[in-house]
C-alpha cells in the first residue's frame, strides 16, 4: 500500500505502509572498498592506551573511532574544570569511546568509564597521558578505509 504526499515546496514524498508480519532479513553479499572495518589494538603494561591508539591510527592514515576496551588501568588523568582529577591505583575499564582524526591521529572526546574495585563507577573525559595500562588492554578499533575526507560544503558535489 502507498501513496503519494506533496509539499508547499513541490517536493513529492512517498508514503509506503508495511504490511503486518515478519520482515526478511537483510543479507550483506559483498564487502565494499570503503567498508567500515574492525581492528584489535592490544596495549601492553607500563603503556599509554590513547598514545598506543594514535600511533596506530597514524600509521593506517584515516580516521577511527574506539568502540570499546578491556583490561585494567593505572593512574587515569581525568578532564575536570577548572583542574585534572587524578586517580590512582588500579581500575577495570568498563568502556572506552572516542575519536582519532588523521594527520595527527590527536584523540578528540575520548571518555571513559572505571569500575574502581571497589564497586565505585566512575568516568569523564581523559586528559592527554591519563590513560596508563596496569595490564595488556584490548581495544576495539573501527576504521573506515578509503574514506574521503572533505574539507568543507564547497568540496561536495551536490549533483
Known amino acids: 500500500m502507498s501513496g503519494s504526499l ?37 596495549v601492553p603494561a607500563g603503556c599509554d ?21 578491556t583490561g585494567y588501568v593505572a593512574d587515569v588523568v581525568l578532564c575536570k574544570e577548572p583542574s585534572p582529577l587524578k586517580l590512582w591505583g588500579t581500575a577495570m575499564i568498563l568502556g572506552l569511546a572516542g575519536c582519532f582524526f588523521p594527520p595527527s591521529a590527536s584523540p578528540a572526546g ?3 568509564f572505571l569500575d574502581r574495585l571497589q564497586g565505585a563507577v566512575l568516568g569523564g573525559g581523559l586528559a592527554e597521558g591519563g590513560l596508563v595500562a596496569a595490564g595488556p588492554i584490548v581495544v576495539m578499533v573501527a576504521m573506515f578505509d578509503q ?9 561536495v558535489d551536490m549533483g
Open 6 to 42: 506533496q509539499a508547499e515546496s513541490g517536493c513529492t514524498a512517498v508514503l509506503r505502509i508495511q504490511e503486518p508480519g515478519p520482515k526478511p532479513p537483510v543479507v550483506i553479499v559483498h564487502e565494499w572498498p570503503s567498508a567500515l572495518r574492525a581492528h584489535v589494538v592490544e
Open 49 to 69: 592506551v590513547l598514545l598506543c591508539v594514535a600511533a596506530f591510527v597514524r600509521h593506517r592514515r584515516h580516521g577511527a573511532l574506539v568502540l570499546g576496551a
Open 110 to 112: 575520548v571518555v571513559v
Open 147 to 155: 574514506l574521503p575526507l572533505l574539507k568543507g560544503a564547497t568540496e
